[in-house]
């Protein structure tokens, strides 16, 4: 009788921790994710070449971290709706319709181009220290007082659309790596837009805490990849024979840098 009874015992026991195991452990449902990738130009791949023919001007490659995963992990549906200068505006406007009830993964990079990456850079390379530390300063500006409120409204977009699914909110990588022998721009110049994404991964960090989504950071993998240091560059430099492509990551930054982030987060 005891036997029985103590057998009894530790079958339930047994049981009661495989459930408390199994409810505590993240859901990992690559197979049959829903995914939907949304954002600007870091997601949709430009830069990393194998361009896809129906994305037109929204440049997205098969190299790029949404469609790896997707390769990779063979998800039930995989749709990229990431574009090419997408800002939070247009993110809300022409892409948060891709989600629905039944999307389970998200992931986005949006907030760049509504503080001006591209123009900053432009006058960092073509006007000097004093306009580049300037415009820096005016996007660290409108990152810290306009940028969360226009985050807000896509969080609360992708939320309402997808009611059901994990969001990864990724991060842009830091463009120099300091206290290296660098043609180009100022030392003075390249600190700043360096501290200048900070600012704005900071932004981001923050939305997505306060909308409950997971935070995909790259900064720390792309250290020795950036430019102006010694190893493999994953960030092109400027081009003058295809400006697009300046700043963004080739697909080695994809593939080495984003992807795995993505991956470890997504779950």
Known sequence: MRRTRLTSLVATL???????????????????????ALGDSYSSGLGADSYTSESGGCYRSTNAYPALWAANNSPASYRSVACSGATTDTVVSSQLSALSASTTLASITVGGNDVGFSNIMTTCVLQGTTDCVNAVSAAESAA???????????????????????????????????????????????????????????????????????????????????????????????????????????????????YPVFRNTAG
Do not use: M
């Open 144 to 258: 810290q007082n306009t940028l969360p409120g226009k985050l807000d409204n896509v969080y609360n977009g992708i939320r309402s659309h997808a009611p059901n699914a994990r969001v990864v909110v990724l991060s842009y990588p830091v463009f120099y790596q300091l206290n290296t022998l660098c043609i180009g721009l100022s030392d003075t110049s390249r600190a700043k837009i360096d501290e200048g994404i900070n600012v704005l991964d900071g932004v981001l960090s923050a939305a997505a805490a306060r909308h409950g989504f997971r935070f995909g950071d790259v900064r720390s993998i792309f250290v020795g990849h950036q430019l102006c240091s010694y190893g493999t560059k994953w960030l092109h430099a400027l081009n003058i024979t295809n400006l697009n492509v300046s700043y963004h990551p080739t697909a080695a930054g994809q593939s080495g840098g984003y």
């Open 14 to 36: 047994a049981a009661t921790a495989i459930a408390t195991l199994g409810l505590a452990a993240p859901a990992r449902a690559a197979a049959g994710d829903n995914y939907v």
